[in-house]
């Protein structure tokens, strides 16, 4: 399986940003799909995903913020975060949990079984 992320770039505080992942494999279908973003010197956190029946959990940090979407189809991820803040900047991965049956997305990265190669956001203020 493998993840590609695309999105990031160099926005203002204020704005938002529209990220996008495509998960690829043969018969390969994505149970949870999600976002993880890591900032410089800090560990990877948590930041929204989506199952494949619908349901969402976000950080309380993106709550309110952050809308995930995804097209089972192509097996691809969105992430649209508004109101952006100089703490959001960080490299946010994509990443799959492909346990058969998962209904409710978890938020550890040990339960996401694979990642995307990261784009990088930055905020500025």
């Known amino acids: 399986v493998q993840l590609q992320a695309s999105g990031g770039g160099l926005v203002q505080a204020g704005g938002s940003l529209n990220l996008s992942c495509a998960a690829s494999g043969r018969g390969f279908t994505a149970q949870v799909m999600g976002w993880f973003r890591q900032a410089s010197g800090k560990e990877r956190e948590f930041v929204a995903a989506?199952?494949?029946?619908?349901?969402?959990a976000y950080a309380d940090s993106v709550k309110g913020r952050a809308t995930i979407s995804r097209d089972r189809n192509e097996n691809a991820v969105y992430l649209q975060l508004s109101s952006l803040k100089p703490d959001d900047t960080a490299v946010y991965y994509c990443?799959?949990?492909?346990?058969?049956?998962?209904?409710?997305?978890?938020?550890?990265?040990?339960?996401?079984?694979?990642w995307g190669q990261g784009t990088l956001v930055t905020v500025s203020s």
């Open positions: 989506k199952a494949w029946r619908g349901i969402t």
């Open positions: 990443a799959v949990d492909g346990q058969a049956g998962r209904a409710v997305p978890r938020r550890s990265r040990r339960d996401y079984d694979f």
